[in-house]
């Protein structure tokens, strides 16, 4: 059964850095394409980043520069190290594995973390 | 960044059909998938490329996507549909997700 955990949410202060893990298993990370997808508040949904299976990353406009996605396939784990934190990114982060038929969509979500960027 | 357009909500009568459109420049030419999302709960896909659904979605979802705008439409509407609604679609290698659609079933 394919699972995804997410965890390394809490309150951080502006400018601050955290970094959120996604467990998975049931899958190979390392074989898969996976992203981070943010929900804030009361809001919608926003894409973040993706890590395809090569190892090509790529970022949201909003996040790039401050956001970095990886792996680390002996733990089976997708990572966002999220540096200069800003109130804007207070949001749900979701973990998804992509899943390609003519176009990649996402198939399965983790139950999200909580991160609070408040001083 | 690619833009994706949903009405802010729509309402159906139980039995009854529900349109939700999403629009985009050329969106045609790519492919659009929907996702569901209801209160406290995490988003599941309920059509992929334009118009196939996953395992365990029911029929009465369905989709299309033609010129600028994405289209899903629910027939049969239940109570069980009642939840908040996302396009998405890929460009250049980012995804983009619509504003969303609450679907409210009277």
């Known amino acids: 059964e394919v699972q995804l955990v997410e965890s390394g949410g809490g309150l951080i202060q502006p400018g601050g850095s955290l970094r959120l893990s996604c467990a998975a298993s049931g899958f190979t990370v390392s074989s898969n394409y996976m992203s981070w997808v943010r929900q804030a508040p009361g809001k919608g949904l926003e894409w973040v980043s993706v890590i395809y299976s090569g190892g090509s990353t790529y970022y949201a406009d909003s996040v790039k520069g401050r956001f970095t996605i990886s792996r680390d396939n002996s733990k089976n784990t997708l990572y966002l190290q999220m540096n200069s934190l800003r109130a804007e990114d207070t949001a749900v982060y979701y973990c998804a594995r992509g899943k390609y038929s003519s176009s990649w969509y996402f198939d399965y979500w983790g139950q999200g973390t909580l991160v609070t960027v408040s001083s | 960044s690619y833009e994706l357009t949903q009405p802010p909500s729509v309402s159906v009568s139980p039995g009854q059909t529900a349109s939700i459109t999403c629009s985009g420049d050329?969106?045609?030419?790519?492919?659009a998938c929907w996702y569901q999302q209801k209160p406290g709960q995490s988003p599941v896909v309920v059509i992929y490329e334009d118009n196939k659904r996953p395992s365990g979605i029911p029929e009465r979802f369905s989709g299309s996507n033609s010129g600028n705008t994405a289209t899903l439409t629910i027939s049969g509407t239940q109570a069980m549909d009642e939840a908040d609604y996302y396009c998405q679609a890929w460009d250049s290698s980012t995804a983009s997700f619509g504003t969303g659609t609450k679907v409210t079933v009277l």
């Open positions: 050329k969106l045609g030419d790519k492919y």
